[in-house]
């Protein structure tokens, strides 16, 4: 469930804008690093975010152990990186899913428009931008995605039965802010 989330939200993320440039570099995965998502170019490639000095943060230590155990209500044990993101887990389907992406302005404002559901809730003191949404159709499932530090980063929390609040997500979006 966790990987089908990230994975739909993921779909906004590789926007290009009108000057056809990339929102955001792709993911690769080395060696050194299995399981765990990098932006880095290949030797031999630019990029605009190689150039700036921006370098890919590993989603894994943007929330603590002792915070997704807060916001689940039970102890996930350890974060488990994905090529993507990274999860904790506990069952029936509850879960905090982390993903960041080198972004800027423009990727974190293509992000907000692809949302495709309802209007997404500004929140502040939160990276440099953010927004919350939380569906009425899915009002298990919230998710927070920031701007901050050349990072587009997104949390979403699913609590079935237990319902997901903007507060929530805003409370684990402060806490992988502070850490960029």
Known sequence: ???????????????????G????????????????????????????????????VDACTLISQQEATAALGADPGPAVPH??????????????AVSAQLGNRMSYDTER???????????????????????ADLPDLGTIVFLKSSQVVRISLSKPGAGSSPDAVTTLGKAAAGRL
Request: charged fraction near 10%; proline fraction near 5%; glycine fraction near 14%.
């Open 21 to 56: 440039a990339a929102a955001s570099a792709p993911t690769t995965t080395t060696g050194s690093q299995a399981g765990v998502a990098s932006n880095a170019p290949q030797p031999g490639t630019t990029s605009s975010q190689s150039r700036a000095g921006a370098a890919k």
């Open 83 to 96: 090529s993507l993101h990274c999860d904790y887990e506990l069952s029936g389907g509850t879960f905090i």
């Open 1 to 19: 469930m966790a990987a089908s989330v990230l994975m739909l939200a993921g779909c906004g993320s590789d926007a290009t804008s009108s000057s």
């Open 113 to 135: 428009q692809l949302t495709g559901g309802p209007t997404p809730q500004d929140v502040s003191g939160v990276g440099e931008a953010a927004f919350v949404i939380i569906t």
